[in-house]
């Protein structure tokens, strides 16, 4: 009897088991990832680089996917931190860190859940669990570059920066060597905004500092200012004059003033790691995306298709194209921080 | 109760709890005007701050910094002085700190860090203040202009700083490198685990009982020492107070650097206590949640803990409240604490002539 008994209960805890497994098998494959992304300190309507991850990956990826991309606005250097973990423990990922200033936070979260993973953009944080995400601005702005020289009358073109660091100059040092490869004598004027987190939201300095280079005899200025950037095409327009926008395509902020954007595929590449995580192949590591890899672009639409004309159009594609194949090499002002006369380029037209 | 015990424990108690009561009533009408059910977040807001232990631990931590900043107001506001200045104190009273830190061998050891780095935000957040308070007493420009200007300057100083001589090679963030580790300040969850209870990492450290044992020394300070009679009298009536023999310009550069001293002390409790290093902006919105603490707590050392408490609680619980619900942002938080300083602040005697009325009629002879 002892063994009939204990035979059944064995049979069944055994059934339970299988029945077990077999839920437990089920539901690995319905699970959904949860994925999440913390903003930086700007906010998500920056109408810039933060938004730019909002409307093209997050509110995309619900599009697509009908899955929800948990959000966070952070307000002050601890919460940076505090929501990440929080995220990771609540089992989010993958879960993307927007902008530089995220660095060591993730590298704090990272550490503190191994088997979480982030993706952060704009800087490199070398540990197993972290997809480092960069782009290759330079290029871009070449291009920009060489569509601002096309258009001025004047000769001068002008940069307004946001904060002074690195990853700005990169900017500027691209949009120079493009300006420069389409007209050597061209003029270049350059302006950062401020050397702290303030200078990405400070669109009334943007605006003033637009003003001078104007003065100055700038008739195209390029902002690569975060939010700073809306005060630049403010006054560009006011003026009269053309301004470039920079990560989001902003063109129709000032409809018939704004000559293209720069655009900055971030909403892609958080689409990209959300994606990942969903189909199971997500991958740590770093990826530096370039005009080649569609990171970044130069941005033609209804709103700007009057000011570029098809000759504008078919040289700033031609130059693409040979920055794609390999025939002219941007100098990045990140691998030696300086800005040195472009190797390799070609001045003459 | 006499009527006048009365009436204070009306100013001391029942005002402000009920204007806090207010603030969260229109709160609540905000939350439903927006589609939140206020019960629901109310839920959110009491859980994130308290319901577990690093909810708790961010709560205490956040409150560790209004304590300081909310004491360093209520010293000079029992002198009668408005020291707006409480956010470019803390500020640069963190770039002592972290001065001093750098300038002490890596190897010592932590017995000489901690009174060191707590010696460097007392005497740079002293030395901010001290210009303001000699205009002040010399020069009668008033403290409430040159400190609010002195906040402005702190934080131009502190951006050439970061930017241009503390800024780690490499980094584009304004940011130090990391403090050497001997001069961090032990967190709570570690020292709790040396004593075998085992708690979940916060950033509560132990800065909160620096803050408390400020809260003493203020007490003792301004109610039981010769100082604090002095600096009392001459903030009720200063004309008066020189026929007793003190000298109110002197007692206006000695509060304000007290004041100073203890606004200092905020980059204690974020940099050495939390962050490792020194940051742009780590001072953010202390200064100026002071100025609320200290009202709020009637400038006296337990109304400022107790009122410390609720800003603490606003701060996680108010991200906790933006994490969780979607349609809240974290623009909320600022509402809420506007709300607060507007009914414990600027409001603060709107209910007072009915209360004394319902508990504190005047007697009439019989």
């Given at each position: 009897?002892?063994?009939t008994?204990?035979g ?10 299988v029945?077990?497994s077999?839920?437990l ?14 903003y ?15 409307r ?16 966070i606005?952070?307000t002050?250097s601890?919460?940076r931190?505090?929501?990440?973990k ?7 990922g993958p ?15 990272a ?5 979480t993973?982030?993706?952060i ?8 669990n972290?997809q480092?995400?960069?782009f ?6 070449f ?7 096309m ?9 307004v920066?946001?904060?002074d660091?690195p990853?700005?100059?990169r ?9 420069k ?17 303030a200078?990405?939201?400070n669109?009334t300095?943007g605006?003033?500092l ?8 700038a008739?195209?200025?390029?902002a ?6 809306i ?23 000032q ?7 720069m ?6 590449a ?8 969903l189909?199971g ?6 990826q ?10 130069w ?7 009057e000011l ?18 390999g025939?002219i ?16 380029i070609?001045f003459?037209? | ?28 009408i905000?939350?439903?005007i927006?589609?939140?059910d ?10 994130g ?9 961010y709560?205490l931590y ?6 300081f900043?909310?004491l360093?107001?209520?010293?000079a ?9 409480g ?9 002592g700190t ?5 300038a ?5 050891s ?9 010696l ?19 020069r009668?420009?008033?403290i ?24 780690e ?12 580790q001997?001069?961090?300040?032990p ?5 709790s685990?040396n ?5 979940e ?9 620096v ?19 002095s600096?009392?009298a001459?903030?009720?009536n200063?004309e ?10 002197r ?5 304000m ?29 202390y ?8 009202l ?17 609680v606003?701060y996680q619980?108010?991200?906790?409240l933006a994490?969780e619900?979607?349609n ?11 709300l607060i ?17 319902a508990?504190a009629p ?5």
């Open positions: 009897m002892k063994y008994l204990l059944k209960v064995i049979k069944q805890s055994g059934l339970l088991l029945a077990g077999m839920l098998g089920v539901t690995t494959l319905q699970a959904e990832i949860k994925p999440a992304v913390v930086d300190t700007a906010g998500k309507f920056d109408k810039s680089f933060n938004e730019a991850v909002f093209n990956g997050v509110l995309k990826f619900k599009a697509d996917t009908g899955i929800r991309v948990t959000e606005e952070p002050n601890t919460q931190e505090q929501s990440l929080k995220l990771a423990k609540r089992g989010h879960i993307v860190a927007v902008g530089f200033s995220m660095a060591s936070a993730i590298e704090s979260a550490k503190a859940y191994p088997d993973h982030f993706t953009i704009d800087m490199v944080v070398g540990l197993p972290v480092s995400v960069v290759k601005e330079h290029e871009g702005s291009l920009v570059g060489v569509l601002a020289a258009k001025s009358e004047t000769g001068v073109v002008g940069f920066g946001g904060m660091i990853l700005i100059r900017f500027a040092c691209g949009y120079e060597q493009g300006a490869y389409q007209n050597n004598n061209i003029e270049i004027l350059q302006n950062m905004t401020g050397s702290t987190g200078a990405w939201n669109p300095k605006g003033e637009t003003r001078s280079q104007i003065e100055a005899g008739d195209v200025v390029y690569a200012a975060g939010g700073t950037g005060g630049v095409y403010q006054a560009a327009a006011d003026l009269g004059k053309y301004a470039i926008g920079v990560d989001s395509n902003q063109n129709y902020m409809p018939g003033t704004m000559l293209t954007s655009v900055k595929r971030v909403g892609d958080s689409y990209n790691s959300w994606q990942a995580g189909d192949n997500w991958k740590a590591g770093f530096a995306l370039g005009l080649a890899e569609g990171g970044v672009d941005a033609l639409d209804e709103h700007n298709r570029v004309t098809a000759a504008m159009e078919a040289r700033v594609n031609d130059v693409k194209a040979k920055i794609i194949a025939d090499t941007v100098h990045d002002y990140m691998s030696d921080n300086t800005c040195a006369a472009p190797q390799g070609n003459s037209n | 109760m006499n009527r006048d015990t009365r009436i204070n424990w009306i100013n001391r108690l029942i005002l402000p709890v009920l204007n806090v009561l207010t603030a969260f009533a229109a709160t609540a905000i939350f439903v927006i589609g939140v206020p019960i629901e977040a109310a839920e959110i807001l009491l859980y701050a308290f319901g577990y232990q690093e909810g708790l631990g709560t956040y409150a560790t910094n209004f304590i900043t909310g360093a107001v209520a010293v506001f029992n002198a009668g002085l408005f020291n707006i200045g956010e470019g104190q803390a500020y640069i009273g963190g770039l972290a001065l001093i830190i750098f002490i061998d890596p190897n010592t932590a017995w000489i860090f901690i009174p060191a780095s707590i460097g935000g007392l005497l740079f957040g002293a030395l901010w203040a001290l210009v303001p308070a000699y205009l002040q007493a010399y009668g420009s008033h409430v202009i040159t400190t609010i200007m002195f906040n402005f300057l702190a934080s131009s100083l502190m951006v050439y700083m970061l930017v241009n001589v503390l800024r090679p490499g980094n584009m963030s304004p940011e130090s490198q990391l403090f050497p001997n001069s961090w300040f967190f709570i969850h570690d020292l685990t004593f075998g209870f085992v708690m990492e916060s950033p509560l450290n132990v800065s909160l009982f803050a408390l044992f400020f809260a003493v020394i203020v007490w003792i300070l301004i109610w039981h020492t010769r100082l604090g009679y600096l009392r001459t903030g009720l200063s008066a107070a020189i026929y007793a023999g003190i000298k109110p310009k007692i206006i550069l000695i509060t650097c007290i004041s100073g001293a203890l606004a200092g002390l905020v980059g204690i409790n974020e940099l050495v206590g939390y962050q490792h290093r020194i940051i742009m902006d780590f001072h953010f919105g200064g100026f949640g002071g100025i609320a603490v200290a709020m707590g009637r400038n006296h050392p337990i109304g400022i803990i107790i009122a410390a408490l609720l800003f603490g606003l619980g108010g991200a906790e994490f619900l979607s809240i942002s974290r623009d909320i938080v600022v509402v809420m604490q506007g300083i507007l009914f414990c602040g600027a409001l603060q005697y709107m209910y007072k002539p009915w209360v004394i009325n508990l005047i007697q009439k002879e019989s």
